[in-house]
């Protein structure tokens, strides 16, 4: 079982940048697939990226795209996001997750993740 804490929230302007942290305890980040959601007030919670086992290979939502990076430091046992040229619809809670199953899922789905985060809320002002 894994243990997930995000942070780096934040009140950031259009056009700027944050990076959000999960960092992870009970077992190493590599036995994972690991991926960002997030929810805004009123809407469903949704896929933000993800990045593969042993972070061989990233996806990302299309409204992200160029935008956010997904990345993973081992030795510190944590995933981040770094999101630049920020927009107000961003905004929302983002979370992290970690998807123990087959490493054939495409881990797009919340449905596919075992484990979540308490979230981190990022405000983008315009």
């Known amino acids: 079982q894994v243990q997930l804490v995000e942070s780096g929230g934040g009140l950031v302007q259009a056009g700027g940048s944050l990076r959000l942290s999960c960092a992870a305890s009970?077992?190493?980040?590599?036995?994972?697939?690991v991926g960002w959601f997030r929810q805004a007030p009123g809407k469903e919670r949704e896929f933000v990226a993800r990045?593969?086992?042993?972070?061989?290979?990233?996806y990302y939502a299309d409204s992200v795209k160029g935008r956010f990076t997904i990345s993973m430091d081992n030795a510190k046992n944590t995933v981040y996001l770094q999101m630049n040229s920020l927009k107000p619809e961003d905004t929302a809670v983002y979370y992290c997750?970690?998807?123990?199953?087959?490493?054939?899922?495409?881990?797009?789905?919340?449905?596919?993740?075992?484990?979540w985060g308490q979230g981190t809320q990022v405000t983008v002002s315009s």
């Open positions: 997750a970690a998807g123990a199953g087959s490493y054939y899922r495409a881990y797009v789905t919340l449905n596919e993740y075992d484990y």
């Open positions: 009970g077992r190493t980040f590599s036995s994972y697939a």
């Open positions: 990045l593969s086992r042993s972070g061989g290979s990233t």
